[in-house]
């Protein structure tokens, strides 16, 4: 899938910081639950986390919306943000990268909480 994503160019490239906790989360899961690892968001979109990059597709016609790349987490202390890539394939994914990545916290705070039982 990664790969398939990869020939389609980027309307636009942003630079950005994710929250530590985010970031560790999203580690934390990959490890436990899989990797890569599916999780189906609000409003018919999914997201696929893996090690290197984290992307949003429209499920219906799996076309990309937005993705999260190029993590500088190398020799950083865990309570350090990431600094990382945001691509956004989609004119309104700009707007709606902030709420993906709550509802992602969600989703995965619910799969984390059954695989500790």
């Known amino acids: 899938m990664a790969t398939r994503l990869r020939d389609i160019p980027p ?6 910081s994710l929250e530590a906790v ?3 989360r999203v580690r934390l899961a990959l490890r436990r639950l899989g990797n890569p690892l599916c999780l189906e968001l609000p409003r018919g979109i999914d997201l696929i986390l893996e090690d290197r990059s984290w992307f949003c597709l429209q499920a219906a016609g799996e076309l990309p919306l ?7 987490c190398a020799g950083r202390a865990l309570h350090e943000p990431v600094p990382c890539i945001m691509h956004i394939y989609h004119v309104h994914a700009g707007m709606i990268g902030g709420s993906l990545l709550a509802a992602m916290d969600t989703r995965l705070n619910e799969r984390l ?5």
């Open 66 to 72: 937005v993705e999260w790349t190029a993590f500088a």
């Open 11 to 16: 309307l636009r490239s942003l630079p950005l």
């Open 113 to 117: 909480a059954t695989w500790s039982r």
């Open 22 to 24: 985010r970031f560790n």
